[in-house]
């Protein structure tokens, strides 16, 4: 009890009345319509965060799906190849049509952004 007396005022202003001033603050300002409205704004932007982790997992999801053999890009366990330029830039999973020869080389064209993906290069 003696270092209270002795320091009672440094308590009080520094302890008590911050305290005090944040209690009169929230008892005045609060009102049932406006907490309503923080509760169910809060409840909102949980939903929207919600749906937006979920959509960041799919894309994690996705890419881990995705590998890389030689030139192009499969799904795990997959045989038909996908277009790297579509993946890579849009991670789009575009499927590449049959290849063919061409030049010496094989090649596959990509029907969505027409680009070439060669699986053996042409020849020079």
């Known amino acids: 009890m003696n270092w209270f007396y002795a320091h009672y005022e440094w308590v009080i202003g520094v302890v008590l009345v911050p305290i ?4 009169i603050k929230q008892w005045l300002g609060s009102s049932p319509k406006t907490e309503d409205k923080t509760v169910a704004q809060l ?6 965060l919600r749906k937006a982790l979920d959509a960041s997992e799919g894309k994690l999801r996705l890419r881990d ?22 993946w890579q830039r ?3 999973i575009v499927y590449l049509p049959p290849s063919y020869q061409w030049s010496g080389g094989i090649r596959r064209d ?14 020079r």
Request: charged share 30%; with cysteine; aromatic share 8%.
């Open 90 to 92: 849009d991670e789009r």
């Open 65 to 86: 799906s995705i590998e890389k053999r030689g030139t192009l890009f499969y799904k795990h366990s997959e045989s038909d190849p996908i277009c790297p330029v579509c």
């Open 43 to 48: 409840q909102q932007e949980n939903v929207e």
């Open 110 to 123: 990509c029907q969505v952004c027409h680009e070439t993906s060669w699986e053996v290069p042409m020849r």
């Open 20 to 23: 005090a001033v944040i209690f």
